[in-house]
């Protein structure tokens, strides 16, 4: 019991724990720091995307987190910080762009496919449900009508005797 309990501790608190943050890199001042960690956690790592420069191990992540650091300290506010970084890097750099014309894509873009892909799906099983005729030579053909059929009989017959 007191091992699965320590287990269960364990898989909670790691997660959290795992930062790439180095111990190096860590302000003096406690203040300073939860703000770096603040802004750190909203900038994205551009070579680990969806990844925070808190949480890359990559070398230009933790070069990001000490310019980050660098700024703070310099006196800028985070809102400052920010925008030196998105200067440097663009919008891509932000965990959560802003909704402007150069992100459109990227708000609108993963609906539009879904809306696309759900009509050629409905496409797709509304001609499979009316039975569609034979495709001949790319053009969707017409099943024949009760007349053409009797007809085509009676060719057949005529064209066995």
Same mark, same amino acid.
């Given at each position: 019991?007191?091992?699965?309990l320590?287990?269960?501790?364990?898989?909670?608190?790691?997660?959290?724990?795992?930062?790439?943050?180095?111990?190096?890199?860590?302000?003096?001042?406690?203040?300073?720091?939860?703000?770096?960690?603040?802004?750190?956690?909203?900038?994205?790592?551009?070579?680990?995307?969806?990844?925070?420069?808190?949480?890359?191990?990559?070398?230009?992540?933790?070069?990001m987190?000490?310019?980050?650091?660098?700024?703070?300290?310099?006196?800028?506010?985070?809102?400052?910080?920010?925008?030196?970084?998105?200067?440097?890097?663009?919008?891509?750099?932000?965990?959560?762009?802003?909704?402007?014309?150069?992100?459109?894509?990227?708000?609108? =873009?993963?609906?539009?496919? &879904?809306?696309?892909g759900?009509?050629? +799906?409905?496409?797709?099983? %509304? /001609? @499979?449900?009316s039975? =569609?005729?034979?495709?001949? &030579?790319?053009?969707?053909?017409?099943? +024949?009508?009760d007349?053409? %059929? /009797? @007809?085509?009989?009676?060719?057949?017959?005529?064209?066995?005797?």
């Open positions: 019991m007191r091992t699965l320590l287990a269960l501790v364990v898989s909670f608190v790691l997660p959290f724990a795992a930062q790439a943050v180095e111990p190096d890199e860590i302000l003096k001042d406690p203040a300073l720091e939860a703000r770096a960690r603040e802004v750190g956690k909203q900038l994205r790592c551009v070579v680990c995307q969806n990844q925070a420069i808190d949480d890359s191990n990559a070398e230009l992540a933790r070069d987190r000490i310019l980050v650091r660098d700024r703070i300290t310099a006196g800028d506010s985070n809102d400052e910080v920010m925008a030196y970084m998105v200067d440097r890097y663009g919008d891509f750099v932000l965990l959560d762009p802003p909704f402007k014309a150069s992100t459109l894509v990227l708000w609108i =873009g993963p609906g539009a496919i &879904a809306v696309f759900v009509f050629a +799906l409905v496409m797709i099983f %509304r /001609r @499979r449900k039975g =569609g005729g034979e495709v001949v &030579a790319g053009v969707q053909a017409e099943p +024949l009508s007349d053409e %059929r /009797r @007809r085509l009989d009676k060719l057949l017959k005529e064209n066995d005797a």
